[in-house]
Antibody
Framework: QIALKESGPSLVKPTQTLTLTCTFS??????????VGWIRQPPGKALDWLAL???????RYSPSLKSRLSITRDTSKNQVVLTMTNMDPVDTATYYC????????????WGQGTLVTVSS | QSVLTQPPSASGTPGQRVTISCSGS????????VNWYQQLPGTAPKLLIY???QRPSGVPDRFSGSKSGTSASLGISGLQSEDEADYYC????????????FGGGTRLTVL
């Protein structure tokens, strides 16, 4: 049974760096083909993909946010960490992490999401 | 603005069939598989269709997916009130070293 859970601050100030952790169980990020992604959703708006880290530590980022994002993994802890620099109120959103088992599959398991508000 | 274009809204009455479209380009839908997600109010998205037309275990066969060229469609037959939700298409895009794209979402209303 795959499970993912996001954790991190619920409130950050403008210009600060956001660090979110996705802790997962039920799979290994060392398994060929597997990846974990981050997706966000501003209130009342559409899903917005942020980043993806693969089983071989390959990484991909949203082209529009690439300069602000970093995704890393700790396979010993079953965690994936997303950092986003220079936070702005427009970054207020629910942030989800999700599992993908190969390149053609979708995100088949999602965390519950964590709401991050950016405000001074 | 999403590169994958969906109609913002769709509607139908119980028992009807509705179709939601997703239009892309050669670098995304034209060369990669399409996935569809259902998001019920206040919940995380759920994978509904993967690899263009495959249903994960537990998804009713009322839901179907298809792809042709640079467009894809989600079909829902025998519409039920619990199908009222937001639906998103998604695909890999080969440009700019590769990235995931989501459509802008379609809100389905069951009248």
């Amino acid at each position: 049974q795959i499970a993912l859970k996001e954790s991190g601050p619920s409130l950050v100030k403008p210009t600060q760096t956001l660090t979110l952790t996705c802790t997962f169980s039920g799979f290994s990020l060392n398994t060929r083909g597997v990846s974990v992604g981050w997706i966000r959703q501003p209130p009342g708006k559409a899903l917005d993909w942020l980043a993806l880290i693969f089983w071989n530590d390959d990484k991909r980022y949203s082209p529009s946010l690439k300069s602000r994002l970093s995704i890393t993994r700790d396979t010993s802890k079953n965690q994936v960490v997303l950092t986003m620099t220079n936070m702005d109120p427009v970054d207020t959103a629910t942030y989800y992490c999700a599992h993908k088992y190969d390149s053609s599959s979708g995100f088949d398991s999602w965390g519950q999401g964590t709401l991050v508000t950016v405000s001074s | 603005q999403s590169v994958l274009t969906q109609p913002p809204s769709a509607s139908g009455t119980p028992g009807q069939r509705v179709t939601i479209s997703c239009s892309g380009s050669s670098s995304n839908i034209g060369s990669n598989t399409v996935n569809w997600y259902q998001q019920l109010p206040g919940t995380a998205p759920k994978l509904l269709i993967y690899n263009n037309d495959q249903r994960p275990s537990g998804v009713p066969d009322r839901f179907s997916g298809s792809k042709s060229g640079t467009s894809a469609s989600l079909g829902i037959s025998g519409l039920q009130s619990e199908d009222e939700a937001d639906y998103y298409c998604a695909a890999w895009d080969d440009s700019l070293k590769g990235h995931v794209l989501f459509g802008g979402g379609t809100r389905l209303t069951v009248l």
